[in-house]
């Protein structure tokens, strides 16, 4: 006999997942560079000046000072360049980036295991990607 879940179990099962996904040297690294970033006083000086520099932007620009927002694009651009040259920056969007990856690989295996699930337990041919219903009417419409 066929054991069901509910929605409330899954999302309880998702949670440790999400336990787990979190104790990732992935997520780990990401958490200790984040951490470097926050305390590093030239990094924060950077973002504020960086802040400052994007609401003055917006500002121009609502009052149409097309000149005044070139200048403080460029200045803002300049500060954005020197905080991804800084070494740990780098590190930190490395880490983004696989922390994502790690994240986009378990959201494929779910998905894609769901849909084997359905076909294996409705009589289909999983290579064919064809449920049992659509095996027992002649195929798949797609090809």
């Known amino acids: 006999m066929e054991q069901h879940y509910s929605k409330k179990e899954i999302i ?13 040297e992935e997520v ?5 560079a984040e951490a470097q970033i926050q305390e590093n006083q030239k990094i924060r000086e950077k973002i504020a000046s960086l802040k400052s520099l ?8 609502h009052y149409g ?12 651009e300049k500060i954005e360049t020197e905080i991804d040259e800084i070494p740990i920056v780098q590190e930190f969007k490395q880490s983004q980036i696989e922390v994502n990856e790690l ?13 084997d699930e359905i076909i294996r337990q ?7 990607g064809e449920t049992g219903a659509q095996v027992r ?7």
Not at 54 to 61: D, E, G, I, P
Not at 104 to 115: G, H
Not at 122 to 128: A, Q, R, S, V
Request: net charge positive; with cysteine.
């Open 54 to 61: 994007q609401k003055q932007a917006v500002n121009f620009q």
């Open 28 to 32: 780990d690294f990401f958490k200790r």
């Open 103 to 115: 994240l986009q690989i378990v959201a494929n295996t779910v998905s894609n295991s769901v849909t």
């Open 12 to 24: 309880a099962k998702a949670k440790d997942l999400a336990k787990m996904i979190t104790a990732t």
């Open 137 to 143: 009417k002649g195929g798949s419409s797609c090809s």
């Open 122 to 128: 409705t009589g289909g041919d999983i290579l064919k």
């Open 65 to 76: 000072k097309h000149e005044a927002l070139k200048m403080i694009e460029a200045k803002i």
